[in-house]
């Protein structure tokens, strides 16, 4: 299959070229695409050497599929482009995320409804992502009622500059900036912008992403993301209240029963989930389950996840690989 990578030299769209080459996507040719300035840039996948190319040069070249991973403004313009040209998008920026006719997949959740007909699908925001792969099994079971989160996210959600950034201040130099603040040894309050709910972007993404992907309106969920100083994986304590009872050691089956979730929850042992542990991983990490005392029917739960991976490259190309198996493509 004939596949574009469309930001192919950046975090995201390097890690979406080596997860195809690590799963053995069937790809016959690779074209991989970047802004006008790194045309001509070279790439590598499989051991051979390609060189990247415009936008209108792709769709001429009629790939069956085009992942994207160039920022929101480059998918609104590009991406209808491809998809008039019969070319299935798969959108990894927020531009079609909330889009009432375009479909937010997670596969593990709701890969059921996408059609042949589908040809702009969205991969929902990384911290979205491994939230709802770690909760689904719990709403089947006991219907979340409600859900407050809080982020811990890495550098890398931001981008090589933001690395780059935390990188050069830990060595005390001084470089381009992703950040207006410092973030070695810090913690910033905000990713994204703040609208005029005095909530970011990113909280709102979560807020409304969740309730579009679980298909369930009624969750109420509240979210304060924050990025930390860390290269490798996102984190989140996550309280999630039910309207049903439920049991602890009836929730660690679920988890551990479920696509894509690796339960580690040992607090004896001082054994749960890190950054760390999660990097280049796919899993989704799950540990600290533990009863809300002060209210009925409410856990608390921390959950781990490569962002770059799971986050959004692996999560892409699964995808895709359930377009190839249904014959969707």
Same mark, same amino acid.
């Given at each position: 299959?004939?596949?574009?990578?469309?930001?192919?030299?950046?975090?995201?769209?390097?890690?979406?070229?080596?997860?195809?080459?690590?799963?053995?996507?069937?790809?016959?040719?690779?074209?991989?695409?970047?802004?006008?300035?790194?045309?001509?840039?070279?790439?590598?996948?499989?051991?051979?050497?390609?060189?990247?190319?415009?936008?209108?040069?792709?769709?001429?070249?009629?790939?069956?599929?085009?992942?994207?991973?160039?920022?929101?403004?480059?998918?609104?313009?590009?991406?209808?482009?491809?998809?008039?040209?019969? =070319?299935?998008? @798969?959108?990894? *920026?927020?531009?079609?995320?909330?889009?009432? &006719?375009?479909?937010?997949? #997670?596969?593990? !959740?709701?890969?059921?409804?996408?059609?042949?007909?589908?040809?702009?699908?969205?991969?929902?925001?990384?911290?979205?992502?491994?939230?709802?792969?770690?909760?689904?099994?719990?709403?089947?079971?006991?219907? =979340?009622?409600? @859900?407050?989160? *809080?982020?811990?996210?890495?550098?890398?959600? &931001?981008?090589?500059?933001? #690395?780059?950034? !935390?990188?050069?201040?830990?060595?005390?130099?001084?470089?381009?900036?992703?950040?207006?603040?410092?973030?070695?040894?810090?913690?910033?309050?905000?990713?994204?912008?703040?609208?005029?709910?005095?909530?970011?972007?990113?909280?709102?993404?979560?807020?409304?992403?969740?309730?579009?992907?679980?298909?369930?309106?009624?969750?109420?969920?509240?979210?304060?993301?924050?990025?930390?100083?860390?290269?490798?994986?996102?984190?989140?304590?996550?309280?999630?209240?039910?309207?049903?009872?439920?049991?602890?050691?009836?929730?660690?089956?679920?988890?551990?029963?479920?696509?894509?979730?690796?339960?580690?929850?040992?607090?004896?042992?001082?054994?749960?989930?890190?950054?760390?542990?999660?990097?280049?991983?796919?899993?989704?990490?799950?540990?600290?389950?533990?009863?809300?005392?002060?209210?009925?029917?409410?856990?608390?739960?921390?959950?781990?996840?490569?962002?770059?991976?799971?986050?959004?490259?692996?999560?892409?190309?699964?995808?895709?690989?359930?377009?190839?198996?249904?014959?969707?493509?």
């Amino acid at each position: 299959m004939k596949i574009a990578v469309v930001g192919a030299t950046g975090l995201v769209g390097t890690k979406m070229l080596e997860i195809l080459e690590e799963r053995n996507f069937p790809v016959s040719e690779l074209i991989p695409v970047a802004s006008e300035k790194s045309v001509g840039k070279k790439v590598w996948f499989k051991g051979k050497e390609y060189a990247v190319v415009s936008a209108t040069n792709a769709i001429a070249a009629k790939p069956a599929l085009a992942l994207f991973s160039a920022g929101g403004a480059t998918s609104l313009e590009w991406a209808p482009k491809f998809a008039a040209a019969g =070319i299935t998008v @798969i959108d990894n *920026s927020s531009a079609w995320r909330m889009d009432p &006719t375009k479909k937010l997949v #997670v596969p593990e !959740l709701n890969a059921d409804a996408l059609e042949k007909e589908d040809k702009i699908i969205a991969n929902p925001n990384c911290s979205t992502i491994q939230m709802v792969v770690a909760l689904n099994p719990l709403h089947k079971k006991y219907k =979340i009622k409600r @859900i407050v989160v *809080s982020t811990y996210q890495s550098v890398t959600g &931001t981008g090589v500059k933001a #690395v780059n950034q !935390l990188l050069n201040e830990r060595k005390g130099i001084e470089g381009i900036r992703a950040y207006r603040y410092q973030i070695d040894m810090n913690a910033i309050p905000q990713i994204d912008v703040f609208l005029d709910n005095g909530y970011t972007k990113e909280e709102m993404k979560m807020v409304n992403e969740t309730r579009k992907i679980m298909r369930d309106q009624s969750i109420q969920v509240t979210s304060t993301t924050v990025r930390i100083p860390v290269i490798g994986g996102h984190s989140e304590s996550v309280n999630v209240e039910f309207e049903k009872p439920y049991d602890l050691q009836e929730v660690r089956k679920l988890l551990a029963a479920a696509p894509g979730v690796l339960v580690v929850d040992n607090p004896g042992a001082q054994e749960y989930p890190m950054p760390r542990d999660a990097h280049n991983r796919d899993e989704v990490f799950v540990g600290r389950l533990r009863r809300d005392d002060t209210q009925p029917n409410t856990l608390n739960m921390w959950i781990v996840s490569d962002n770059l991976r799971k986050g959004a490259a692996t999560n892409a190309i699964q995808i895709a690989e359930y377009l190839l198996e249904k014959k969707l493509l």
